[in-house]
């Protein structure tokens, strides 16, 4: 039997969810406008302009510019107010760190950089990369910080942030990256390994939400990120597109991993170093 409650929780549940999902279109730019917002979420005038409203009073939306018009009165713009809070970015890859933060539109404010071996362990690694966050940090502006995001060159368990026998990371199995950061920063990390971000990042810059598309990144290493239908394919235990340690047939070159033929050991940017200096000798 339906209850009051449970049709008030389904109204409060309908209204975050439209709130949010006009956040996200002015966001995105994919309607910046009252009517346009009407149009492409089918709701009524009355409806949109309280959610907006409502989105302006929490500080999410402003008012921007005047859009053209279509005849009648020139319609205001909405902006995403991206400048209410930051996003700190970590980059742990197998030579460097990479640390930066950005605003809510996801655009990089400023960021800091320093060679390093990953092989060195999650704890002087981690110790290095608060560091630089610190030196990074410690003259910016004081913002809130909304999240943080790690990026890891190896297979990770999403639901925990922990990454799963990865072969160039000697140590950091079943590692809590995670709790470090949301400790330091008072907000939620996300791990997940770096190819993955780098195709979620190309889907964003194409604003194509159901995107289907390969992502390879060759570098040092070698791997990829899958997306299908605009959602990342991690697989088993993360490996989804850790293509770099797949047997390459007749190579029995000693790969950093241990293991003898991987497409890394062949085709890597350290690999191509390795044939170049022994074809000068």
């Keep these: 039997m339906t209850t009051d409650s449970t049709l008030r929780f389904g109204a409060q549940t309908d209204e975050v ?40 009073q929490m500080g999410f939306l402003g008012d921007g510019e005047f859009g ?7 319609p205001r713009t909405l902006r995403f107010q991206s400048e209410r809070g930051r996003i700190i970015v970590c980059a742990l890859g197998a030579l460097h760190i ?77 590692f809590d990256i995670r709790t470090p950061f949301e400790e330091r920063f008072d907000a939620p990390a996300w791990v997940d390994n770096d190819v ?3 195709a979620l990042g190309e889907r964003a810059r194409r604003r194509d939400a159901y995107a289907d598309l390969i992502f390879c990144k060759i570098g040092s290493g070698i791997g990829a990120g899958l997306l299908s239908q605009g959602r990342i394919h991690r697989g088993a235990n993360g490996a989804a597109g850790d293509i770099g340690h797949v ?25 191509l170093i390795r044939d170049a200096e022994l074809a000068i000798k």
Excluded at 68 to 74: E, F, M, N, T
Excluded at 105 to 133: C, F, N, S, Y
Aim: with cysteine.
């Design 17 to 56: 969810t439209s709130l949010l999902r006009i956040v996200n279109l002015v966001r995105t730019g994919e309607a910046t406008t009252r009517p346009e917002i009407g149009r492409v979420t089918g709701l009524g005038r009355g409806v949109v302009t309280q959610r907006v409203d409502q989105a302006i």
């Design 68 to 74: 053209a018009s279509s005849g009648g009165r020139a």
């Design 98 to 174: 990479r640390v930066g933060y950005a605003e809510l539109d996801g655009d990089i404010v400023e960021q800091k950089h320093r060679e390093w071996d990953i092989a060195r362990g999650p704890a002087e690694t981690l110790k290095a990369a608060m560091e630089l966050l610190d030196d990074l940090l410690k003259d910016a502006e004081e913002k809130p910080v909304w999240s943080v995001v790690i990026g890891v060159p190896g297979p990770v368990d999403f639901s925990t942030g922990q990454p799963v026998a990865p072969p160039i990371m000697p140590g950091w199995n079943g």
């Design 196 to 198: 993955n971000l780098l």
């Design 247 to 271: 047997r390459v047939p007749d190579s029995d070159a000693l790969c950093r991993c241990g293991k003898v033929g991987c497409l890394e050991a062949v085709a890597g940017g350290w690999a």
